[in-house]
Nanobody
Framework: QVQLVESGGGLVQPGGSLRLSCVVSGSVFSINGMGWYRQAPGKERELVAS???????NVADSVKDRFTISRDNAKSTVYLQMNSLKAEDTAVYYCNANGRITNGKYFGLWGQGTLVTVSS
């Protein structure tokens, strides 16, 4: 069984910073893509940033100058550093990961979500 556990959300003032973490645990053989999505109230879930195993990244234009995705393959962890936060960044942030488990089957999973609230 594979699990994704997110942490790092919370309340922050506009202009502040937060760092989200997502750890993949369980019977993991390899992890390919890891990424972050977000869903604001009344809106659809959208991609924030993604990362491949070889280090290639893709970051949404709306956050490109403020957010950075990174990963530590040895720790099966992906991070999202969020700077200069704005009220419109308020959302539930979800981690997503895909890869293979030890029995050879592929997995694609979502974390439980972590709430980021940007407000004064």
């Amino acid at each position: 069984q594979v699990q994704l556990v997110e942490s790092g959300g919370g309340l922050v003032q506009p202009g502040g910073s937060l760092r989200l973490s997502c750890v993949v645990s369980g019977s993991v053989f390899s992890i390919n893509g890891m990424g972050w999505y977000r869903q604001a109230p009344g809106k659809e879930r959208e991609l924030v940033a993604s990362s491949t195993r070889d280090g290639s990244t893709n970051v949404a234009d709306s956050v490109k100058d403020r957010f950075t995705i990174s990963r530590d393959n040895a720790k099966s962890t992906v991070y999202l550093q969020m700077n200069s936060l704005k009220a419109e960044d308020t959302a539930v942030y979800y981690c997503n990961a895909n890869g293979r488990i030890t029995n050879g089957k592929y997995f694609g999973l979502w974390g439980q979500g972590t709430l980021v609230t940007v407000s004064s």
